[in-house]
């Protein structure tokens, strides 16, 4: 999208349009030959999308990835009915992204819940990608669309969707757009009956998939008419017909993801429209300037300050009408290209801008996974640019100083890539990561809290928790969190405060009802914890903590016929619980030994 056309050519172009259709033939490349050239080419592509994430390879379930590694869905083997058409069994997930858990439950059925083999699906997902960024680049005749594909391979803002296996919706999705927009390129290619028509078909089919992974690519149409004004000046009546199906699909589909994360969880963070036009404003010169100089990654960024007497504020939106304008004003001189590029960038970006509210909002404006597709607009203005300046050059040397230059930086963003997958390699290193570079982050320190118990590291995790406590006052969580810290570490007073506080901020917290259940069976208050466990039971009926914990104050009751009921619902809910079934074992045990 980097290279301007003279009138002359411009005139060619628009003399070559047939009326009515989509785009010229003339706006695609010819389709590649399988030289030796061409595969080496494909290759080495591979080679770095791979290489350079091998740290991901030996990572393990960080942060969200327990949404799918808890969910029953995908653990059964008649889950995958319940992904697609009773999707609200899956905890914590508040969109309708079916395909996404559907590739979950399917490498469980291979693999279980190895970490190594999600994360070697999503590596293998990202390459597949570069090498359909590269081809979209050359069907849309992009120069240096190899470099444009390498730089995608290699960029370090593309770690959070690749190495964070419950991102697999970045990369499924992406996958599906790209096939998407290389069928409809076919279509536009081919007469409109036949051929054709079946490769428009594809390629809404493709967009739809691709709306079940993550409905991100709704923008997916408006990305064809970018392409089409880039390559001919004008979008027709014609080009209109032929995408609106897109968009109905496209708006119903989204329609229908808003309406279902409303019913799950209600959301509504009170941004004015002025403040919400500085939110975007502000985050596409943050993730143009991420993309630049991809330094100081921190994960979950900080929120940054709005409001209608924010001179900074107004200094970003100023500065994005200027810039627009600018690149409208110039496109005589400099092509459409770098103009398209830009209206690209903005327009994948816009769902996650701040114009609607949306969950990730709660704890940031941006996220470096957003502009797993985006980012591919400014790549091609960039490289494509630099490509065209390289072929001006007046010597060779110069131009293999350039190409030089270019394997630096391919070198650098790698380098870059690679030390920042490690830090996915668990808990503990992401959110020390976080907390390092972002110590407001909410919620950090829970999740770092949590990490450090997972490695018993008791004392350490008291302080961490009482920073998210301080944080969030009013979260039951975080309060039950220092209960539970408190009553590991023997303080049982401490402990007993500490989880009736968080019963009064919501009787029903799973997570203080739990921690409280455990606290009473530790101080022999058996009937008190059956209670606490029944209550846990009513809020979470497939919980299996809660019904072994029914279980076990039964059977210190003397009851252990209904003990044995119990615990084995909860070894029904999770077969692989170890310790639920020895405890079983140990009450049939005492059942045995009392009919003797």
Same mark, same amino acid.
């Given at each position: ?16 349009? %047939?009326?009515?259709? %989509? ?16 595969? !080496? ?7 770095? &999308? ?27 083997? #008649? ?18 992204? %079916? ?24 590596? @293998? ?8 960024? /590269? ?20 960029? %370090? ?48 089919? $493709? ?31 014609? #080009? $209109? ?42 985050? @596409? ?17 900080? =929120? ?5 007497? #924010? ?12 810039? &627009? ?17 830009? @209206? ?41 640019? &630099? ?12 131009? /293999?100083?350039? &190409? ?47 990490? !450090? ?25 975080? =309060? ?8 590991? !570490? ?22 203080? !009802? ?7 069976? /530790? ?7 059956? #209670? ?24 210190? @009751? ?39």
């Amino acid at each position: 999208m980097a290279t301007a056309m003279s009138r002359r050519e411009r005139g060619r172009e628009r003399g070559r349009q %047939p009326s009515g259709t %989509p785009a010229t033939r003339a706006a695609s490349a010819p389709e590649p030959r399988f030289t030796r050239r061409e595969i !080496l080419a494909a290759l080495a592509l591979v080679a770095l &999308a791979v290489g350079c994430y091998l740290p991901a390879l030996s990572a393990g379930f960080v942060w969200d990835d327990r949404v799918f590694a808890r969910a029953l869905a995908v653990r059964d083997w #008649d889950g995958l009915w319940r992904i697609w058409f009773s999707p609200s069994e899956i905890e914590d997930e508040g969109h309708y992204w %079916p395909l996404v858990y559907t590739s979950f439950w399917l490498e469980h059925k291979l693999w279980g819940f190895a970490p190594a083999g999600y994360h070697a699906v999503n590596v @293998l997902l990202h390459a597949a990608n570069t090498l359909l960024v /590269r081809r979209l680049a050359e069907r849309l005749a992009v120069p240096g669309a190899w470099l444009v594909a390498a730089v995608f391979a290699v960029h %370090p803002l593309h770690v959070e969707s690749v190495a964070w296996i419950i991102e697999r919706k970045d990369l499924l999705s992406g996958l599906f757009y790209l096939a998407a927009f290389l069928a409809w390129l076919r279509f536009a290619d081919e007469p409109r009956g036949g051929r054709g028509r079946r490769y428009y078909v594809l390629a809404l089919a $493709l967009f739809a998939a691709g709306m079940l992974c993550k409905s991100i690519v709704v923008t997916l149409p408006a990305a064809f008419l970018i392409v089409l004004w880039w390559k001919r000046g004008r979008v027709t009546g014609g #080009d $209109l017909a032929w995408a609106a199906p897109f968009f109905v699909v496209g708006a119903a589909m989204a329609a229908a993801d808003v309406w279902f994360y409303a019913a799950r969880e209600p959301l509504s963070l009170g941004y004015t429209a002025v403040e919400r036009l500085q939110i975007a404003a502000q985050a @596409l010169w943050f993730y143009a300037g991420k993309l630049l100089w991809p330094g100081g990654l921190a994960v979950i960024y900080p =929120h940054w300050e709005t409001g209608a007497g #924010d001179p900074a504020a107004w200094g970003y939106v100023l500065a994005s009408v200027a810039l &627009a304008a600018a690149l409208w004003f110039l496109r005589g001189r400099v092509g459409r290209g770098p103009l398209a590029g830009g @209206l690209f960038f903005a327009v994948t970006l816009s769902p996650v801008l701040g114009f609607v509210d949306y969950g990730y909002m709660q704890f940031s404006f941006v996220a470096d996974r957003h502009q797993y597709l985006a980012g591919m607009g400014l790549m091609a203005v960039l490289v494509g640019a &630099a490509a065209v300046g390289v072929e001006r050059l007046p010597a060779a040397v110069w131009r /293999r100083c350039a &190409a030089g230059a270019g394997a630096v930086v391919l070198a650098v963003l790698a380098v870059l890539t690679w030390r920042h997958a490690g830090i996915y390699r668990d808990g503990m290193t992401l959110f020390t990561h976080v907390v390092a570079h972002n110590p407001t982050a909410r919620f950090a320190h829970r999740n770092l809290g949590e990490a !450090l118990t997972a490695e018993g590291r008791w004392d350490d995790a008291l302080a961490v928790f009482r920073v998210a406590a301080e944080q969030a006052p009013d979260d039951d969580r975080d =309060h039950s969190n220092v209960g539970a810290a408190l009553v590991m !570490l023997g303080r049982l007073d401490e402990a007993e405060e500490r989880l009736r506080a968080a019963l009064s901020l919501d009787p029903k917290s799973t997570y203080a !009802l739990q921690n409280m259940a455990s606290l009473a069976v /530790r101080r022999e208050r058996y009937g008190e914890a059956l #209670d606490l466990y029944r209550r846990l039971v009513e809020v979470s009926p497939r919980n299996p903590s809660a019904h072994h914990g029914v279980g076990t104050a039964l059977y210190f @009751l003397g009851r252990p016929a209904e003990a044995l009921k119990a615990l084995e619902r909860a070894l029904a809910l999770d077969p692989a619980r170890s310790d639920i079934r020895t405890n079983r074992d140990e009450v049939l045990a005492v059942m045995e030994r009392r009919a003797q």
